[in-house]
């Protein structure tokens, strides 16, 4: 609006560039979401190796194998399992709705914008066009 006396053309590019200024800083935190995302498996299925490893140490260490005996590394090894797959989907849930509300953000915005820039635009040329009248006026 500080712009309207811009040529459409400027004031469209103007319009654009703040607008990707403003979606650039609503997008900067969902790079974190999605890296939480994919490592949390990750992290999860090291437990799950931690585990199982746990559970093979105790049965090579013991005279006889129970299920006693490997419980506690199976155990650990679905907890962690399990917790590493809870934040993943968290995370990329969140991930999901966060860039699906700046996809919409993005959108509306770009929709008033290009209204706005229109009315603009249509209020330049009348601006422009009572200006020539009133010079031919003063001419006459």
């Not at 049965?59 to 490997?70: L, P």
């Not at 509300?101 to 009348?126: G, H, Q």
């Amino acid at each position: 609006v500080r712009r309207a006396n811009l040529s459409e053309r400027r004031l469209e590019k103007a319009v654009e560039a703040e607008a990707l200024s403003c979606i650039s800083r609503l997008e900067n935190g969902c790079g974190f979401l999605t890296a939480i995302g994919s490592l949390a498996p990750l992290t999860g299925f090291l437990g799950t190796v931690s585990g199982m490893i746990g559970a093979f140490k105790s049965i090579s260490e013991a005279a006889e194998v129970s299920a006693q005996i490997v419980a506690d590394g199976i155990y650990e090894a679905l907890i962690t399992t399990e917790f590493g797959l809870i934040i993943a989907i968290v995370a990329l849930t969140a991930h999901s709705l966060v860039t699906h509300a700046i996809d919409r953000f993005a959108a509306e915005t770009e929709k008033t914008c290009s209204e706005l820039i229109a009315e603009i635009a249509v209020r330049n040329e009348a601006g422009a066009a009572n200006a020539g009248r009133s010079g031919t006026a003063k001419a006459i």
